[in-house]
């Protein structure tokens, strides 16, 4: 079977985040004062073959954990569908 997972990767909340910092400066000189606490993360989407729903979690647990999401800095999430 196919399936397509959808990952966010995202800093954990006790490290800065620079970018998302820059961001929420500048909305200020957009006159969009009210959004505050920018996070920037990564979206990754990719479809793997799995002979079902739990090993193709499993498979792309390990992705992530392996090579997409740096664990000491970020944490990631995933959602599966059948492709």
């Known amino acids: 079977m196919k399936f397509t997972a959808e990952i966010n990767v995202m800093p954990l909340k006790e ?9 929420t ?3 200020k000189n ?11 993360g990564k979206h990754i989407t990719l479809q793997i073959e ?19 999401a740096n664990l000491i800095m970020e944490s990631y999430e ?6």
């Open 50 to 68: 799995a002979e079902n729903k739990e090993a193709a979690s499993q498979k792309v647990d390990t992705a992530c954990k392996k090579l997409l």
């Open 25 to 27: 400066g500048s909305m």
């Open 15 to 23: 490290i800065l985040d620079p970018q998302g910092k820059a961001v």
């Open 30 to 40: 957009l006159g969009l004062s009210e959004i505050q606490n920018v996070r920037i």
């Open 78 to 83: 995933f959602e599966l569908a059948e492709a």
